[in-house]
């Protein structure tokens, strides 16, 4: 079973897991004394982990932000935040379970958040459609946000998806409106909103959810206009130049730093989120409980003119 979820540069770190249940084994069934060469391979495993996990490509890191043990909105919703009441429907056309929101309280604070969801099996996949949304799912989420703005609550978004869903039905129920028509009331929302890429921030369905006053990723998470096989599929014309994509794209949390596109990266666990969900959980909670408390200072009409402010100024250049 740990093979099956086993990233193809996490290989190595597989056998020495081997070599370490083996050596507990033989220890139990002889009744031997292994506490030496326990403890050698035990730090042997986690040096070559933080080894591997200090030095991962531009690809490596979508692989680890994919992985399908990586904790999801609904995982930290159970976690970090308490209270959680779930609010369905767009109240025009039906209830989106790729994206999932409502009421809940963080640090104390009531807050609205809201964020794409993805299945752990096939079952739950199709349910929730991969973490695609339909427009219906956009709409519910503005619903959310403008019911949140309403009553003066902050709203927190968590981004996972590969992107909004390109089917015919999306289509022809005006799936690029929804997602413009987030965009636009999301820059001019008078309430302070935190965005978090968790894991795959792809598209227009990730920035959809991502016009925030601070934004942050996890991170071993990504965020980009397309994902590295689209974009290596468009380019290149050859989806296995994949890797060559992503080192192009600059789609990791420390290039977005660098870039001032996000505010923010929230260290993972070594090995990433999904080996210690809990850590990853209370790290963002942390964070979360941070900015909120900066931003619940400012008035609604300075975060909207500052919000503006950031967005204006992403992309300056100048000319040699």
């Not at 689209?230 to 730093?257: S, V």
Request: glycine share 8%.
């Amino acid at each position: 079973m740990a093979s099956a979820y086993t990233l193809e540069f996490e290989k190595p770190l597989l056998e020495l897991e081997r070599q370490i249940d083996d050596l507990k084994r033989i220890g139990s069934e002889r009744q031997i004394d292994i506490d030496g060469e326990l403890e050698g391979l035990t730090n042997k495993l986690e040096s070559l982990r933080a080894e591997i996990y200090r030095n991962l490509t531009p690809f490596q890191r979508v692989m680890v932000a994919r992985h399908p043990r990586r904790p999801y909105t609904l995982d930290y919703l159970s976690t970090i935040f308490t209270d959680f009441i779930e609010l369905h429907g767009d109240r025009l056309y039906m209830d989106d379970p790729a994206i999932v929101g409502g009421w809940a309280r963080l640090g104390g604070v009531s807050v609205m958040v809201l964020g794409h969801q993805k299945g752990r099996d096939t079952k739950e996949n199709l349910k929730r459609n991969f973490g695609m949304p339909h427009p219906e799912g956009y709409r519910k989420a503005l619903r959310l946000m403008k019911l949140a703005a309403k009553f003066g609550a902050p709203v927190i978004t968590l981004i996972d998806t590969p992107g909004a869903y390109p089917g015919l039905g999306a289509e022809e129920r005006g799936q690029s409106e929804a997602l413009a028509r987030n965009i636009l009331e999301m820059s001019c929302l008078p309430t302070s909103v935190i965005a978090v890429v968790i894991g795959e921030g792809g598209s227009g369905g990730a920035l959809a959810l991502g016009v925030a006053d601070r934004v942050l990723m996890l991170e071993n998470s990504v965020y980009s206009v397309i994902s590295p096989e689209g974009c290596a599929a468009i380019l290149w014309k050859d989806a296995t130049q994949r890797e060559r994509a992503a080192e192009a794209l600059r789609i990791t949390a420390e290039d977005l730093l660098r870039f001032k596109v996000i505010d923010e990266i929230i260290k993972e666990p070594v090995g990433g989120a999904h080996v210690d969900p809990d850590t990853a959980g209370e790290a963002l909670r942390e964070a979360l409980i941070r900015h909120l408390t900066e931003l619940r200072k400012i008035k609604p009409e300075k975060l909207v003119r500052r919000r503006a402010e950031k967005y204006a100024a992403i992309g300056a250049f100048t000319e040699a």
